[in-house]
């Protein structure tokens, strides 16, 4: 290969000259969309979301309809398969809700006693990797990025399936099961593999307990001595719960039934919601919260000062602290208007764990800074924002020891459950590939050959 190309090539800058010479990439002026009723980001003018289909699985309630389809602004809530999340969390079964919830999911119904303790024993069965899978497929292909190794682990258990090109619905139930066990240890080994090569800590890995719930296993692998409370299991199956589905159209689960509508395998499908899941847009939103209040705390500390906290905020909106990008993030959301149902439990979880472990001070700081936001905000826009769910699962995950790189990880191990369920409810209902269309706007061309071409 040796003398193959100049010395002085240079392929960066000459292939940035060819990108810049192209108007194709910008050139599609804003009037075009009204023009065509294209819309962006499949939102309609008022902010909701085009309807993509039909689902049974759950509904993401953030407000109402007049007479007129105007949208009416109201409290937030989440239903799986018809049941408030509210409901579900407050009538848990021990630190099993994240169990029950996939059980519900999956297969429409609240199971009674001994097919809740059969379909526990199916996932706890399933916990462990396939024997070499940890060694070859983890410990010897370390990944900086936890969320991009979880993508291969997802696709390598392909070849660990004995048949993983049956896609009918009863083989993708299965497979999708097999997977819900399986994320808890994906996530951690994958963690500890990357902190031993890139960081040189020590490489721990402890095997799951089949008497463990998926959220105690969690907490049990994760920490060098195993132990956990009950308290601090039962704040994180909560998250687990809450995450479990956001309805049909969040950009991670639509991407699972797209990609599975075509007649893949579930392996490759839930590859891709977790690629669509890492976006700081999407799934990685929880990142950028915890590091804005990372900043925020090391500034300001936990301070009770509103005025210090105002100032803080204001800096943010005029684009003068953290990322410059004018958000706060952990607050607004797609469809909910006036409140996250989601963080409203977890507000009640975190300041119960506070309690516990001593720590009111910043239970206390977040409430504080969250009632200044919506303060803030509606004095500036006079707009109600609502906190996200982002903002009260950073503070859970730091006070339960969580590294923030697995923030997002851990979304991915509770989104799962909704994902398989999305994908067999697509193949059971409609069962025809995606096929959106888009409207080109370009200019028909003569073709000119090379030699004449300037």
């Not at 969309?33 to 699985?57: C, H, Q, S």
């Amino acid at each position: 290969m040796a003398g193959r190309y100049p010395d002085r090539f240079n392929d960066d800058s000459i292939l940035a000259r060819y990108f810049g010479r192209s108007a194709n990439y910008t050139d599609i002026p804003n009037y075009l969309f009204n023009e065509y009723n294209v819309k962006k980001g499949l939102r309609n003018d008022d902010g909701t979301g085009v309807r993509i289909g039909l689902t049974r699985i759950s509904d993401v309630i953030g407000y109402t309809n007049d007479e007129k389809g105007n949208v009416i602004p109201c409290d937030g809530d989440l239903l799986y398969r018809g049941y408030s999340i509210r409901d579900l969390l407050q009538n848990r079964q021990g630190n099993c809700g994240f169990e029950e919830t996939c059980f519900l999911l999956l297969f429409g119904y609240l199971p009674e006693k001994t097919e809740f303790e059969n379909f526990k024993t199916s996932l706890s069965m399933r916990y462990d990797l396939p024997e070499s899978f940890l060694a070859n497929e983890l410990l010897l292909k370390p990944a900086r990025n936890l969320m991009n190794k979880l993508q291969s682990a997802v696709l390598s258990l392909y070849n660990y399936d004995d048949a993983p090109d049956e896609t009918d619905v009863y083989q993708n139930l299965l497979k999708g099961i097999n997977l819900i066990a399986k994320f808890p240890a994906l996530g951690c080994y994958a963690y500890y593999t990357k902190v031993h090569t890139f960081d040189r800590s020590s490489l721990i890995i402890h095997y799951p307990r089949p008497e463990h719930s998926i959220a105690e296993n969690i907490l049990y692998m994760l920490r060098p001595d195993g132990q956990f409370t009950s308290h601090e299991a039962n704040l994180l199956d909560a998250i687990l719960l809450i995450h479990a589905d956001h309805g049909g159209g969040n950009n991670s689960t639509f991407t699972n039934v797209v990609v599975g509508s075509t007649g893949t395998d579930i392996y490759s499908a839930l590859s891709a919601s977790i690629g669509s899941l890492k976006g700081p847009k999407h799934g990685g939103a929880n990142i950028s919260v915890s590091r804005m209040m990372t900043q925020i705390i090391g500034d300001i500390d936990y301070t009770p000062d509103k005025d210090r906290i105002r100032s803080i905020i204001n800096r943010i909106l005029d684009r003068d602290y953290f990322d410059h990008s004018g958000l706060v993030y952990g607050f607004g959301h797609a469809v909910y208007t006036l409140s996250d149902p989601r963080a409203e439990l977890l507000r009640k979880l975190c300041r119960d764990l506070a309690e516990e472990k001593g720590c009111m001070y910043k239970f206390t700081f977040y409430k504080l800074f969250e009632d200044t936001v919506k303060e803030v905000v509606l004095e500036r826009k006079g707009e109600i924002i609502p906190s996200n769910v982002d903002l009260y699962s950073g503070l859970a995950y730091n006070m339960l020891g969580i590294p923030e790189e697995l923030y997002t990880p851990l979304f991915a191990t509770a989104r799962v459950a909704g994902w398989v369920a999305h994908n067999l409810e697509n193949k059971l209902y409609d069962g025809r590939i995606m096929r959106p269309a888009t409207k080109y706007v370009g200019d028909k061309q003569e073709y000119i050959p090379m030699n004449a071409r300037r």
